[in-house]
């Protein structure tokens, strides 16, 4: 089994930062998560969930355009973690952000299986 467990979600002042962490784990070898693309979405109340941005395992990055300038991923590949930091937060920022990680691996015994975590909670307020 794959787990995904996102933390560092908190209150945070409009216009404040914040980062966030992700921390893959399984519970055999055969998932290698060197070899998972890996990305964040985050999901306001009542609205769909939405891509931050990702990092594909061969270390291309994407980040949505409308948030490139705030916001930045990284990735270490020996602790099999997974961050995205976050500036100048706005109000509008406040949801609810979780961890993805996509088998991307032809050769991977679950190739093409998607897992998430629960979810870690950022609230921007006044």
């Known amino acids: 089994q794959v787990r995904l467990v996102e933390s560092g979600g908190d209150v945070v002042e409009l216009g404040g930062s914040l980062e966030v962490a992700c921390q893959a784990s399984a519970d055999d070898i055969t998932h290698i998560f060197p070899l998972y693309d890996m990305a964040w979405y985050r999901q306001i109340p009542g609205k769909q969930r939405e891509l931050i941005g990702k990092?594909?395992?061969?270390?291309?990055?994407v980040i949505e355009e409308s948030m490139k300038d705030r916001f930045t991923l990284s990735r270490d590949k020996t602790t099999n973690t997974f961050s995205l930091g976050m500036t100048r937060l706005r109000l509008e920022d406040t949801a609810t952000y979780f961890c993805?990680?996509?088998?991307?691996?032809?050769?991977?015994?679950?190739?093409?299986?998607?897992?998430w975590g629960v979810g870690t909670l950022v609230t921007v307020a006044k």
């Open positions: 990092i594909a395992r061969d270390g291309e990055m």
């Open positions: 993805n990680a996509r088998s991307s691996w032809s050769l991977a015994v679950d190739y093409g299986e998607e897992y």
